[in-house]
């Protein structure tokens, strides 16, 4: 995963949209971001750098100004916690209905069929 921040020459929204489908819509990328008052486009994903800036001037004035590996976002970690939780509480009730079985005993005599 990676991180690209670009500092983007974008004056109004219609241009802004257009950037950020178009970011969105390449391979690779899970986010982009923009912000309106700084002018600096945020894309983070699996992306191929090149393909990415060459996109993006073909739309707009565009800079780099750092890329880096992407830090995992806050709001995912707390989502991951949450489905630990629910993987565990799942692997505690299987294990509680694997003990019920092994309780429950058969006999095998009530439900034969004997042919004569």
């Known amino acids: 995963m990676k991180k690209a ?3 983007v020459g974008v004056d109004d929204k219609k241009a802004r949209t257009k950037v950020l489908k178009t970011m969105v819509g390449l391979a690779g990328v899970d986010t982009a971001s923009m912000d309106e008052k700084e002018k600096k486009l945020t894309v983070i994903g699996d992306i191929d750098l ?5 996109k993006l001037k073909k ?5 780099i100004v750092s890329v880096g590996p992407a830090n995992k976002p806050e709001g995912k970690k707390k989502k991951d916690d949450d489905e630990k939780k629910k993987e565990d509480d799942e692997k505690k009730k299987i294990a509680e209905l694997v ?8 006999l095998g005599a009530a439900n034969a069929c004997v042919i004569c």
């Open 5 to 7: 921040v670009f500092k």
């Open 59 to 63: 739309l707009c004035h565009a800079e």
């Open 99 to 106: 003990r019920g079985y092994g309780a429950y005993k058969v």
């Open 50 to 54: 090149v393909s990415l800036v060459s």
